[in-house]
């Protein structure tokens, strides 16, 4: 059974940084594309960034330069280190299996303040 569980959200100042991340379990991490999406209710779901088996990440265009992904293959873990961030950065945040949004965890709410 697919498990995903993200956590390290809360509230931050605008500016500021926070790391989410996602525990994995009952598939073969190591070999399987790993997704953050957010979904809020002005902006509906977005892909903020991947990152392969290997390592090579893709990036939306709205947290390029300020958002990095990162994973750790032998604890199954994914993380995402967000810096700079904006008001507009407020969501929820999912990890996904894979590249769609149809194994995800229950969410990590983000919230940045100005």
């Known amino acids: 059974e697919v498990r995903l569980v993200e956590s390290g959200g809360g509230s931050v100042q605008a500016g500021g940084s926070l790391r989410l991340s996602c525990a994995a379990s009952?598939?073969?991490?190591?070999?399987?594309?790993m997704t953050w999406f957010r979904q809020s209710p002005g902006k509906g779901l977005e892909k903020v960034a991947n990152?392969?088996?290997?390592?090579?990440?893709f990036y939306g265009e709205d947290v390029k330069g300020r958002f990095a992904v990162s994973r750790d293959n032998t604890k199954s873990m994914m993380y995402l280190n967000m810096n700079s961030v904006k008001t507009e950065d407020t969501a929820m945040y999912y990890c996904?299996?894979?590249?769609?949004?149809?194994?995800r965890g229950p969410g990590t709410q983000v919230t940045v303040t100005p």
């Open positions: 990152i392969s088996p290997s390592g090579s990440t």
């Open positions: 996904a299996k894979g590249t769609g949004f149809t194994d």
């Open positions: 009952g598939f073969t991490f190591g070999a399987t594309y």
